[in-house]
């Protein structure tokens, strides 16, 4: 058995765009380090103390400033590549001990995230993490791995030792039984990487768990994001889409795992998927004004804006359409409103690596901004007296809005709309579904689009 000892040091930035990423995690708020890469003091710390564990020297010889291929990596990637040296010298990693010194910001509330990450990559059965303040900044980190070999014979003696046990969890008492159970599902399912609705700030799009062979592929042919890592389910039937993830694993340096099909559905978050998973860095939105002033090829802004869809394989859906008809941006709610998790991803096919996102505290507010800047907004309203296909679109800045899938479009919502318009029905059923809705209302935009250019 060996132990290794590993540190970091990075100065806090001034750029107010550097996030500051400790264990693989984003902390909103807080001023990011500089650094080659994403600067993640606490990984690189770990990446170092596991290289000096197994002899191979530090970070710096193979991560080295100057080379341009690890200019703003993700650090956890660059944990992978050194998981993959480590166990290449025959060694598995026991354990992981890592200590945090800060002042600002608080980490608590992260730490089983980071602990997830951290762990999925190293695959270290047991990991400690504790957090003490009394620093001005989040300047340090220290960590104390410890690997055994995988050689044969003359460590055989090490091998059999017992591993050693994690931190012990105390028995609530009949008083504290209740909470503690709750306590324990939340973390639970925060190890598992769910998260809970957000109540108060915006916690981001999501996007960083990929499910899904189609979307999978999708996610590496466009190379817009940064991979950490793909899991494949063993045990597959050959297929040409498994090879091409393979193939752009390959090209883009992605570490490509084979796992068991028992481990990769314990960490997949939707009812299927397909035997591939993929982890990388969340979608970040873009301003709302890019959306209409930064449209790829000079086209005129097409949006779609999403008012309060919360069921996930409604959105997925409305993606995807939203793609193949030439929608060349989306908005939604930072509240009330379906991220984009696994299942979105999954349903979307893809689509997401090829939209851009914006994000927007309410939708009338949102839908006020878009009228100023000149584009029409038009709601889709089931009650409505003129029809779609009355309208005269042509090449106008056209802005799509949709409802909520019981209730349709809020009262102020409507009142901000410049159009409300319904999509005329002949059977008895009330409505139609708001993915099936969106998309015939998309493509009669596309339709009416490509008349005016002929």
């Known amino acids: 058995m060996r132990i290794g000892h590993g540190f970091d040091l990075h100065r806090v930035s001034d750029d107010p765009e550097r996030q500051l990423v400790l264990g693989g995690v984003t902390i909103a708020g807080a001023p990011g380090l500089i650094g080659h890469s994403d600067a993640d003091v606490v990984t690189h710390a770990l990446c170092d103390a596991l290289l000096g564990a197994a002899g191979l020297g530090d970070i710096g010889v193979h991560f080295p400033d100057t080379d341009p291929t690890w200019a703003g990596a993700d650090s956890l990637a660059l944990l992978a590549h ?10 598995t990693i026991a354990n992981g001990d890592i200590t945090v010194i800060a002042e600002a910001p608080k980490l608590a509330p992260h730490r089983l995230a980071m602990q997830e990450r951290l762990r999925a990559v190293t695959r270290a059965p047991h990991q400690r993490q504790s957090h003490h303040h009394g620093t001005t900044r989040p300047h340090w980190r220290r960590t104390r791995p410890r690997c055994r070999s995988r050689r044969p014979a003359r460590r055989r003696s090490v091998m059999s030792r017992p591993p050693q046990r994690g931190p012990r969890t105390p028995k609530p008492t009949s008083s504290s039984k209740r909470g503690g159970q709750a306590v324990r599902a939340r973390q639970a399912a925060a190890a598992r990487g769910e998260r809970r609705p957000a109540r108060s700030r915006d916690d981001g799009l999501g996007g960083d768990q990929v499910e899904g062979r189609r979307a999978v592929r999708e996610l590496l042919a466009a190379g817009s994001r940064t991979v950490q890592r793909v899991l494949i389910a063993s045990g597959q039937d050959p297929s040409e889409q498994l090879d091409e993830i393979e ?5 883009a340096r992605v570490p490509l795992e084979l796992v068991s099909r028992a481990r990769l559905e314990s960490l997949a978050r939707t009812d299927s998927s397909q035997g591939v998973l993929a982890l990388t860095r969340p979608i970040d939105p873009v301003d709302l004004d890019d959306l209409v002033y930064d449209v790829p090829g000079g086209l005129s802004p097409f949006l779609l804006v999403g008012a309060g869809i919360t069921d996930p394989r409604n959105l997925g859906a409305l993606l995807r359409s939203a793609e193949c008809a030439g929608v060349n941006g989306i908005v939604l709610p ?3 409103s379906a991220r984009l998790s696994p299942t979105v991803a999954k349903t979307a096919a893809g689509a997401i690596e ?3 996102f914006a994000t927007v505290p309410g939708i009338p507010a949102g839908l006020e901004r878009l009228s100023k800047l000149g584009v029409m907004t038009i709601g889709m309203a089931g009650e409505a007296k003129r029809s779609l296909f009355d309208l005269d679109l042509g090449n106008a800045p056209i802005a799509l809005v949709l409802g909520e899938e019981e209730r349709g479009l809020a009262p102020l919502v409507r009142r901000r709309c ?5 999509i005329p029905q002949f059977g008895e059923v009330e409505s139609l579904n708001v993915s099936v809705a969106g998309a015939v209302a998309m493509y009669e935009v596309t339709r009416q689009r490509i008349a005016a250019n002929r």
Do not use: F, K, Y
């Not at 050194?82 to 060694?91: F, R």
């Not at 193939?247 to 090209?251: A, E, F, R, V």
């Open 82 to 91: 050194v998981v993959s040296l480590v166990h290449a010298e025959g060694w």
């Open 247 to 251: 193939i752009l694993c390959q090209g």
């Open 334 to 336: 930072r509240h009330r």
């Open 354 to 356: 090829h939209l851009r």
């Open 418 to 422: 410049d159009e409300l318009v319904s």
